[in-house]
């Protein structure tokens, strides 16, 4: 019934599993994609920080639960110690976690408050669309407010459902869902107001470590700032139906001067209905 | 405190129905659950596969899956609205009616009567009728695979509007709607057989049977009912508020909505207040998942390591907090679900801390086993696996919990990673070391080790090969719950490499547990009768024949004089000594009233 050469076995894949674990994540070659924005910086740094603290406690319990299963293999005559509990060792793995949850808590929270700061007077402002299985885009335009939207208006024409008489939305410029591209400014502060037709969506930008939900009826918001110009994806990360997987978008960050020559050169809603 | 009625033994039920079928006693009841239990999860890993088959080889066709799953297959490749189905059913069959079921169900029943002294459950009628009233969420939600439009598709977690509005997913007609009632019935199963167990643990405990001398699979089974019976009515009412939304124009959900061009004119719903009454039961239901399974690993752990669990009174403490914690941080799954942002720290907060209790249990596992004398019976290899797979799986929460890191891994793989690891497998090596444990003592017959050391090691490693390598394409932000993934930049040909692996494990693994159901079904007809107490335990159902007769016990229920681990007692003759017996020499004086002290008695033997 002891089995021994069982524990000695245990012993021997536990650690071998630590080892390749450790080695498979250490060595780096599948990695969070290349970051180019500046609160990713931030994440990132705490996501190593994390990586770190649990890879030497996955290491440490692993290898004292692979040393306990091995030096301590059964044999009939033998007797186990009668230990019932130990104050102070308990105390110990009560206290020492407390205090690495504590301060993973305050970095942790610090940042997730800093993140969602109200966004900057002078940020970018762009909306974007979800619906079942692409994005859309909209510009305030030169008076920097959108127009106001209603859902009881959205035709195949007007499909933000804009209410025209609202002469806010008059320099608005928008994009239906599948038919333009994401143009935003490198070093701004950019704020993204998300808004959904249908169902849930998530706007998922992984290079800008950007993610954040899109839910009907409501706007949700995102503010980040771009350091690097290019061409960056956007993929779909909240279950949307049948396409979800092919829910992908584009999105470029240029220069601040790119993006404003090509915002001017875009139709507004006044030049499609007026 | 039990009442001894000698009547019990004569209320034996003579003929086949009322003994095995419509049977009220616990054991019997436990055996149903079991079986049932897992045939779903059997169903569910099925399902598993053909999600395998589709990331490991994506659209490569394989004719013979039309002929055998017509309604998911077309012209042997799988469509993407049946991949929908199938994450959705998995989860919802592995998590409620495999994993809750059993643990709950089965082990509940099997194990609190047994463990407390009672001879059957406080309201035998309810647990039976508990029983089918699960059987028929069991066919309900098994029917759905058969409806126009297939089985619900708007994931385990059902959010809408997806789930809300039949236009938005082919699975949300019909199936839709066979899922929620689904859901609802069995969370009437769930209230009738928590109101059993609580009222079981609390009140029909024998005589001695101080709450500080329960062993600990009855503290966790206990708290794990009182956990379930506070949070499924939360799951109840969204599931009638949805059904609501769905057929009567209620619009507790669903906002106004266009889906495809055509209008769907509700007003004023809200999708986060489905999120926030479904995460209310949902993450409160990890822990009804994983609690149980702690409880069975204590067990197992010192009964094999021939020494008391470590610490029983920070343990118990322990499964309180992990329960009270785990009301309030179910905002964790909605950090940028467009929740106010500000309500994500304190449930960042709370998220974190209930780490601590699980930290000193992990540790006192392992200190159980230090300076023990460790028996390697395949139960004790599958608690042991749980210890690795808690911790493993367990650590990856605190990326996830953490918000701003969360950001970037939600959604992805990490997250299938983390929960299968910790919530999944965790449970699933508790329920492999609970049922390697007991089976002797519900069906009277021994499991074949040796089986069932290939089963674990195949499992063990398996499942390792399967759910570690999917936090590399957490780390390369893989999107989950996707059908394919051709034609993104940002995800490297390696990640297709890794799926492929990934797939192969996991259809190694589901082999390895038809070894499981080979080695259940021969040892339930040829195994060796198995004696009383096969593996020289101390706590009360070892002292019951295996399997017990009705009523458990004889005239005389059974007196508890010691807690629930006295092994390798120093001085004593043998490595273990049943809660039944007397304090000697010291005259017995029962002190079974003083709460969780240390061990609940004044042992003269461990001084």
Redesign the interface.
């Known amino acids: 019934?002891?089995?021994?050469r069982?524990?000695v076995?245990?012993g021997l894949?536990?650690f071998l599993?630590v080892l390749v674990?450790v080695l498979?994540?250490a060595s780096g070659?599948?990695?969070?994609?290349p970051l180019a924005s500046v609160?990713g910086a931030?994440?990132d740094r705490?996501?190593t920080v994390?990586?770190l603290?649990?890879g030497v406690?996955?290491a440490l319990?692993?290898g004292?639960?692979a040393y306990?299963?091995w030096r301590?293999?059964?044999?009939p005559s033998?007797?186990?110690?009668?230990?019932?509990?130990?104050r102070a060792?308990?105390l110990t793995?009560?206290v020492v976690?407390?205090i690495i949850?504590t301060a993973?808590?305050v970095s942790?929270?610090q940042?997730?408050?800093q993140?969602?700061r109200p966004p900057p007077a002078d940020a970018f402002v762009v909306e974007v669309w979800g619906?079942?299985f692409k994005w859309g885009f909209r510009y305030p335009g030169a008076d920097g407010q959108f127009g106001r939207t209603d859902?009881?208006l959205?035709t195949?024409d007007n499909p933000f459902?804009i209410d025209l008489e609202d002469p806010a939305a008059r320099d608005d410029i928008f994009f239906p869902a599948g038919q333009g591209e994401l143009y935003l400014p490198v070093n701004r502060p950019v704020v993204v107001y998300l808004r959904a037709?249908?169902?849930?969506h998530?706007f998922?930008v992984?290079?800008l470590?950007?993610?954040?939900?899109?839910?009907?009826?409501?706007t949700?918001r995102f503010v980040f700032t771009a350091t690097e110009t290019g061409d960056y994806?956007i993929?779909?990360?909240?279950?949307?139906?049948?396409?979800?997987?092919?829910m992908?978008g584009l999105l470029t960050i240029a220069t601040e001067e790119e993006v404003q020559r090509w915002l001017a050169e875009q139709l507004t809603v006044a030049d499609l209905f007026f | 405190m039990a009442h001894e009625t000698a009547q019990t033994h004569l209320h034996e039920p003579r003929s086949f129905w009322t003994r095995y079928i419509f049977s009220q006693d616990h054991k019997i009841i436990a055996a149903q659950y079991i079986l049932t239990s897992l045939f779903m999860g059997f169903v569910a890993l099925v399902l598993s596969w053909l999600m395998r088959l589709q990331l490991g080889w994506p659209e490569h066709p394989i004719p013979l899956l039309s002929k055998l799953f017509p309604g998911l297959y077309q012209d042997g490749v799988l469509k993407p609205e049946s991949y929908l189905a199938l994450i959705t059913m998995h989860g919802t069959l592995m998590v409620f009616f495999f994993i809750t079921a059993i643990l709950l169900g089965g082990f509940g029943n099997l194990l609190i009567p047994l463990q407390v002294g009672a001879r059957d459950m406080a309201y035998p009628f309810v647990n039976m009728l508990s029983y089918w009233v699960f059987l028929l969420s069991c066919i309900v939600i098994l029917a759905s695979f058969f409806v126009t439009g297939g089985a619900a598709a708007a994931g385990w977690t059902a959010y809408p509007p997806l789930s809300g509005v039949q236009k938005a997913v082919p699975g949300s007609g019909l199936g839709q709607d066979l899922w929620l009632i689904a859901m609802a019935i069995f969370i009437v199963s769930s209230v009738m057989g928590g109101l059993n167990y609580v009222t079981t643990a609390l009140n029909m405990r024998t005589r001695g049977m101080s709450m500080g001398r329960l062993p600990l699979t009855v503290w966790a089974l206990l708290i794990t009912a009182i956990l379930g019976l506070l949070a499924f009515p939360a799951l109840f009412a969204g599931a009638v508020l949805l059904l609501l939304d769905r057929h009567l124009g209620t619009s507790f959900f669903v906002p106004y909505v266009v889906v495809g061009g055509e209008h769907i004119p509700h007003e004023g719903g809200n999708p986060l207040l489905w999120q926030h009454l479904f995460w209310f039961l949902g993450h409160p239901e990890v822990y009804i998942a994983i609690l149980p399974a702690m409880g069975i690993v204590s067990e197992v752990i010192s009964t094999n390591a021939r020494k008391p669990i470590f610490g029983y009174r920070v343990m118990v403490l322990s499964i309180c907090a992990i329960a009270f914690l785990s009301f309030i941080v179910w905002g964790h799954h909605m950090f940028i679900s467009g929740m106010n942002p500000y309500l994500g720290t304190a449930f960042m907060v709370t998220t974190l801390l209930i780490a601590v209790p699980s930290a000193i249990k992990t540790f006192n596992w392992v200190a159980t086993l230090w300076r023990g004398n460790l028996r390697f019976t395949t139960a004790m290899l599958f608690a042991i696996g749980f210890v690795s797979v808690f911790v493993t799986g367990g650590l990856t929460g605190i990326f996830l919990g953490n918000p701003p890191v969360d950001i970037q891994l939600t959604d992805t793989y990490f997250v299938v990673a983390h929960f299968h690891i910790v919530m999944g497998m965790g449970s699933v090596f508790g329920i492999f070391a609970g049922l390697y444990h007991w089976f002797p003592k519900l069906f009277g017959r021994m499991l074949s080790e040796r089986l069932g050391r290939w089963h674990f090691w195949l499992t063990f490693v398996g499942v390792y090969g399967i759910f570690f390598p999917m936090h590399y394409l957490g780390f390369l932000n893989v999107p989950r719950r996707y059908y394919g993934f051709s034609g993104y930049d940002f995800i490297p040909p390696d990640a297709q490499t890794i799926q492929l692996l990934i797939s192969i494990a996991a259809l190694i693994v589901g082999a390895a547990q038809l070894l499981f159901l080979y080695n259940f079904i021969h040892s339930w007809i040829r195994g060796p009768k198995a004696p009383a107490n096969p593996w020289q335990g101390t706590t009360l159902e070892w002292q019951a024949p295996s399997p017990p007769p009705h009523g458990n016990w004889g005239p005389e229920l059974p007196v508890v004089h010691r807690w629930a681990y006295d092994y390798s007692v120093p001085g004593a003759p043998e490595d273990y000594i049943p809660q039944t017996v007397p304090l000697e020499p010291v005259p017995v004086e029962d002190r079974g009233g003083d709460g969780v002290g240390s061990g609940g008695n004044g042992n003269a033997l461990d001084r």
């Open positions: 019934m002891f089995h021994p069982q524990g076995a245990l894949f536990i599993f674990a498979s994540v070659r599948w990695w969070l994609p609160h931030a994440i705490l996501f994390t990586l603290i649990t406690v996955f319990v692993h004292l639960l306990s299963v301590f293999r059964g044999d033998r007797r186990a110690a009668h230990i019932r509990e130990h060792l308990e793995w009560t976690p407390a949850l993973l808590i942790g929270g940042l997730w408050l993140i969602h619906e079942q859902p009881r959205i195949d459902g037709k249908d169902v849930l998530s998922f992984p290079r470590r950007v993610k954040q939900d899109l839910v009907p009826g409501m949700t994806e993929a779909c990360a909240e279950l949307c139906g049948l396409g979800h997987y092919t992908r």
